[in-house]
C-alpha cells in the first residue's frame, strides 16, 4: 500500500497514530471506541443502564458525550474539519440510531461569529457527511438570527426561552419541493431546546416529517 508520507493521516481519536487506510480508527484507540458505543439506547445515546427515554427521545444521539474518548472525538470534529472522520461517525450514527427512508439532509446553522472564528460550520458538516452516506440532498433552509445569549450558559427553561424566533427559513420552498421525510442534523444535544426549535420551523414548512439526530448528548452543568 502506498503511503503519502507527506501527509499522513492521524487516528480521528488520540490524533497521535497514524492510520494508512480508509479506518480513521488507531488499534489502540479502537477498544475505547467500542466500548463508548457498547450497550447504547439507540434513541437518546446514554448507556441502557441509565436510559430514561425508553426509545423514544426527540433527538437520536450515537453516544452519550462525557468520558475522555468522546471529548476527543467531539473535539476533533468540532475544530477540525476531517471529512474522513466526519463521514465515519455519521456511518455509525445513521445506523445506531436507525435512521433512514431520508430525501434531504438540513443541519442547524452555527452563529456567523464562531463561523469565522474556526473557519467552519462543523454541522454543516455532518449533515454533509450524512448526505453523503444517504445519497440525498443537503439542503442549507435554516438562518440564524444574531441576537440571544450563548445555549451553554443556560438552564432548561431558559434555552427554550432563548431558541424562541433565533431561526427562520432562509428560502422559499414550494409545495412541489417540500420533503417527505427531512434529516436535521446537530454536533450535541443537551435539552435539546436548539434542535426542537429548528424542527418546529420546519416541520410543515418544509417537510411533512423532520428526523432530528447529533452524534453525541450531553447534560446540563450543575
Known amino acids: 500500500m502506498k503511503v503519502d508520507l507527506f501527509a499522513p493521516m492521524l487516528c480521528s481519536v488520540c490524533r497521535e497514530n497514524v492510520v494508512y487506510d480508509e479506518f480513521p480508527i488507531c488499534p489502540e ?3 475505547k471506541l467500542q466500548q463508548l ?3 447504547r439506547c439507540r434513541s437518546c445515546g446514554k448507556p441502557a443502564t441509565g436510559c430514561e427515554c425508553g426509545g423514544a427521545a426527540a433527538v437520536r444521539a450515537l453516544f452519550f458525550y462525557g468520558d475522555p474518548v468522546s471529548k476527543r472525538i467531539m473535539y476533533m470534529l468540532k475544530y477540525n474539519a476531517d471529512r474522513r472522520a466526519a463521514d465515519f461517525f455519521v456511518r455509525l450514527a ?18 456567523a461569529r464562531r463561523r469565522r472564528k474556526y473557519g467552519f460550520d462543523q454541522a454543516k458538516e455532518l449533515a454533509a457527511a450524512a448526505s453523503r452516506v444517504l ?14 445569549k450563548a445555549q451553554k450558559l443556560l438552564s432548561a427553561k ?10 427562520y427559513i432562509g428560502q422559499e420552498i414550494t409545495e412541489q ?5 427531512l434529516l436535521l442534523v446537530d454536533d450535541v444535544c443537551t435539552t435539546g431546546a436548539t434542535v426542537k426549535a429548528c424542527a ?14 447529533c452524534l453525541a448528548r450531553t447534560e446540563l452543568s450543575k
Open 94 to 111: 445513521l445506523d445506531a440510531c436507525g435512521v433512514s427512508g431520508c430525501d434531504g439532509v438540513a443541519y442547524v446553522p452555527r452563529d
Open 29 to 31: 484507540c479502537l477498544p
Open 177 to 181: 419541493e417540500k420533503f417527505r421525510r
Open 158 to 167: 431558559e434555552r427554550r426561552a432563548n431558541m424562541k424566533n433565533r431561526f
Open 200 to 213: 418546529d420551523i420546519l416541520r410543515g414548512s418544509v417537510a411533512k416529517s423532520v428526523t432530528a439526530m
Open 135 to 148: 445519497g440525498v440532498p443537503l439542503v442549507s433552509l435554516l438562518s440564524r438570527r444574531r441576537h440571544g
Open 37 to 39: 458505543l457498547a450497550k
